[in-house]
């Protein structure tokens, strides 16, 4: 194979990356110069993967919406459905090329000349290619062989790249496809100049040691930049976008609540949530993370969910600590129980302190909260007629407060 | 360190885990003699961390209900609140270990003498004891250091064992603990014979790579068995169990849905998602897959939440193919775009085809699905006019019917 030198992602087309920076987590001393994970970019998908979630339908005006609050976030690249979908989905994308939005927009078409064509006219800043490559697909999709592909391939890309236009080849289900084909076929549109190759999980089937292992090999194949898409089928979304970037992947597709095909992709935020830790400073200067919330309200309520009560960051629990031990530590200094600082995303903390788990530094900083006073063997005697009763049922925190101020009013007239 | 020879996760006090097994994934070739991907167990926390979770209150009845499905399911072990948490606590666990549950019940309490008395008194099967390691929880939690932390683990793991019960001993937040510390930690208590020791992301920082250097690291350095315990605030819940398995880890903790503090932990049907994938004949055999919705349900109902949109298996949209290109697939071959199938867990698949993404092939199956007749150019024809229907306004199943049976009532006029 005699693969050329790798180029460990600073890439040859696409020079905008900024300088590797060492990583930041307190228990990761050793540097990593194979790994991208804070320099890469972000393709948001929401108006295409998005579009293809269950409950999803986006008139132009959400459309517009929906990128402009993107492009505002920061995300580096928009993509939208192919304009051979439907007619409107053709005049969306027109629309949305015409914003002039800080975010390059991109549409994902199939791989051969006409969708090319059509997509080029439309005004994009650059085309997203993809054809099933894995055994799988070529025989019950398109049914076509892998020397067909190559040719195509190539002949879409020239065109392309001669319209001064961004292309992307992606093969479809990489993670089921063999895997010297894969690697022959990237490197033959890698030669021909393509600006980014992509690497999707597209039956989301893959875990973080195969990601790290392809886009290893990948790396050291092609020059060009290298994109990822990851389903979320098996719940590895998140952690598989991270182990590619640590692997020399550059570009990471996610979309808004992570919303597509049956249970979606990588979400934005979880992304995020997932790169903070580590590389603070690239995630917090890139990207306007207080508006994050607004973005998901956004677009759940233009697909009618709700937003799930584990979303990180934005959950409505994220940021509530409840057991005693837990609490008493977050009351001396957050870092004890919480990586992420929900300040950050504008998000603040909760301790909770009506449960039958809750101690007694708890209940104290909650009496000082109310302007009481009292000692720590009276704080003691309450917090454990507090935890009597919210062994019983479940207690409001109106219900606590009201336990603290006859405890505290019985103390006064003792 | 001269660390003793590695058993690779076959265990020494626990001699219960099957033979390994080759891995099953159609695109992983070569075994891993490393992995218990293929020979794992559960131990299921809904009714501890799941009780940390912000809106949890569980009372006797809905534990005892809890418990018996879990156990039902095939889970090899339950694990319940601390009995020193509250006086109902203790009650509602000496209640729980009295019903004669297949699975093995376990509390989790602090690593004090008086916390593994009161357990042991309980009747249970085993005690996960716990302390934090880290330096921010030596200094802003309980103030103890590590010759202190060894000393009293030792006690507290002779005292547990001397009583015939099963002992594991856990450090807290492991992850930005001293490495060199939590190793020596980890020998001192396996030379006197503990049953598992823990590893835990208690503040969900962990990512996949250095969960597997970790886990690979200490399986070369302890005999007996490790169980590991995932925080999901930057996502990596679900991989990280993966991952630490394939480095040898025996035992993972879940709750249903993943309920507990902040947002969770990994959840267990999430976990058999992934570990379904390679693994099918053990997960297939050892859990009872059909009754995990009724269990999701009826844990989301105790604690008053919605099953996420986007919830692995039981989502509502987990097995929904939109697209046409997925859609024309899946009805040829379903493992084109599934790497699960719904019917392992009792589940159903979806194939919508009432949007601007439709294509052609499904709306022909809809064709024929009610019964009509129509030329490949009929339904294509059919299918741009659906198309264009779908592009200016949401089609539900009724509307997109009625404009076949129009089409097809429009042919048998002609």
Not at 60 to 69: G, H
């Amino acid at each position: 194979m005699c693969p050329e030198p790798s180029t460990n992602g600073v890439n040859g087309h696409d020079g905008q990356l900024p300088k590797p920076r060492p990583a930041e987590l307190p228990y990761q001393t050793v540097g990593d110069f194979l790994s991208n994970t804070g320099r890469f970019k972000i393709i948001e998908s929401t108006l295409r993967e998005g579009e293809q979630f269950a409950n999803a339908f986006f008139d132009t005006e959400t459309k517009v919406k929906i990128a402009t609050a993107l492009s505002d976030f920061g995300v580096e690249y928009i993509e939208l459905t192919s304009p051979a979908a439907s007619p409107q989905s053709r005049s969306d994308l027109e629309t949305i090329c015409k914003l002039g939005l800080k975010s390059k927009i991109l549409t994902h078409v199939r791989c051969n000349m006409e969708d090319a064509r059509l997509a080029v006219e439309c005004g994009v800043d650059g085309v997203d290619v993809v054809i099933g490559t894995s055994s799988f697909l070529q025989k019950h999709s398109h049914g076509k062989d892998m020397t067909y592909i190559t040719k195509t391939a190539i002949e879409v890309i020239n065109y392309i790249k001669s319209q001064n236009i961004e292309v992307r080849f992606s093969s479809e289900d990489s993670f089921r496809s063999d895997f010297v084909d894969l690697l022959s076929l990237y490197k033959a549109v890698d030669q021909v100049g393509v600006n980014r190759v992509g690497v999707a999980d597209t039956i989301g089937c893959a875990s973080p040691r195969q990601v790290y292992d392809l886009v290893r090999t990948l790396r050291g194949v092609v020059h060009c930049d290298i994109e990822t898409h990851f389903h979320n089928d098996t719940g590895c979304a998140i952690a598989n976008a991270h182990a590619a970037l640590e692997a020399g992947a550059t570009h990471i597709d996610t979309s808004v609540l992570g919303i597509g095909e049956r249970n979606g992709i990588t979400p934005l935020g979880g992304l995020l949530a997932r790169m903070i830790v580590g590389n603070h400073e690239y995630v917090t200067t890139r990207y306007k993370l207080h508006k994050l919330k607004d973005i998901e309200d956004m677009v759940a309520e233009a697909v009618q969910i709700n937003i799930p009560f584990n979303n990180p960051i934005t959950g409505f629990c994220a940021f509530t600590h409840k057991a005693g031990i837990h609490a008493k530590a977050i009351l001396n200094e957050p870092s004890t129980y919480e990586i992420i600082n929900p300040a950050d995303f504008g998000m603040s903390r909760y301790i909770h302190f009506s449960s039958r788990l809750t101690g007694w530094n708890v209940i104290k900083s909650r009496v000082e909260q109310l302007g009481l006073k009292m000692t720590d063997d009276q704080v003691k005697t309450l917090t454990s007629k507090i935890k009597a009763m919210a062994d019983i049922r479940p207690l409001a925190i109106d219900d606590t407060d009201s336990i603290i101020r006859t405890f505290h009013l019985d103390l006064q007239e003792v």
